[in-house]
């Protein structure tokens, strides 16, 4: 039976039904039994370079066309707030933080990814932006805390 269109009557109806619900998980079940099973020739392609290869080229070509539904999305405000909520609540997590801890432990024994990160700490542009941004977010945070910033007017905006 084909699917009806997207957006029409018929597709919300079917989206509604019950025989949509149990369509959604027989195709999830036999996706699972697929990827579980190391001999899948599902899972023998996903995980091919040749495949993630592809797969990066799709996805850059897509982000580099300026009017890519995803790239508005992205770039959206709502979207990276939504993004900044969901790490902040997740590395409440002790789980997560443990995991964060042990990655970047192991991150650091890796002496090419310790030797990147150690030149960028001492590139001077680097560290002026650093700066910048640092005494930004100060500036920021007096203002909302009520303090008047450094050199600026001397009452509180609060």
Same mark, same amino acid.
């Given at each position: 039976?084909?699917?009806?269109?997207?957006?029409?009557?018929? %597709?919300? /109806?079917?989206? #509604?039904?019950?025989? %949509?619900?149990?369509?959604?998980?027989?195709?999830? !079940?036999?996706?699972?039994?697929?990827? !579980?099973?190391? #001999? @899948?020739?599902?899972?023998? /392609?996903? !995980? +091919?370079?040749? $495949?993630?290869?592809?797969?990066?080229? &799709?996805?850059?070509?897509?982000? !580099?066309?300026? #009017? +890519?539904?995803?790239?508005?999305?992205?770039?959206?405000?709502?979207?990276?707030?939504?993004?900044?909520? /969901?790490?902040?609540?997740?590395?409440?997590?002790?789980?997560?933080?443990?995991?964060? @801890?042990? @990655?970047?432990?192991?991150?650091?024994?890796?002496?090419?990814? &310790?030797?990147? $990160?150690?030149?960028?700490?001492?590139?001077?542009?680097? #560290?002026?932006?650093?700066?910048?941004?640092? +005494?930004?977010?100060?500036?920021? +945070?007096?203002?909302?805390? =009520?303090?008047?910033?450094? =050199?600026?007017?001397?009452?509180?905006? =609060?």
């Amino acid at each position: 039976m084909p699917l009806p269109k997207k957006g029409t009557p018929e %597709y919300e /109806a079917w989206r #509604n039904s019950p025989a %949509y619900e149990e369509w959604r998980k027989t195709t999830s !079940q036999v996706v699972k039994d697929l990827w !579980q099973d190391p #001999n @899948s020739k599902l899972r023998q /392609a996903r !995980q +091919s370079d040749e $495949y993630r290869e592809k797969h990066r080229q &799709r996805m850059l070509k897509q982000w !580099q066309e300026p #009017n +890519s539904k995803i790239r508005q999305v992205c770039q959206s405000e709502e979207f990276r707030e939504k993004v900044r909520q /969901a790490i902040k609540e997740a590395m409440q997590d002790p789980e997560v933080r443990a995991r964060q @801890s042990e @990655s970047v432990k192991q991150a650091w024994q890796n002496p090419e990814i &310790r030797e990147k $990160y150690l030149s960028f700490l001492r590139d001077p542009e680097a #560290n002026k932006e650093r700066r910048k941004r640092i +005494s930004e977010g100060m500036r920021k +945070s007096s203002k909302r805390i =009520g303090r008047p910033p450094k =050199g600026g007017e001397t009452e509180c905006s =609060g």
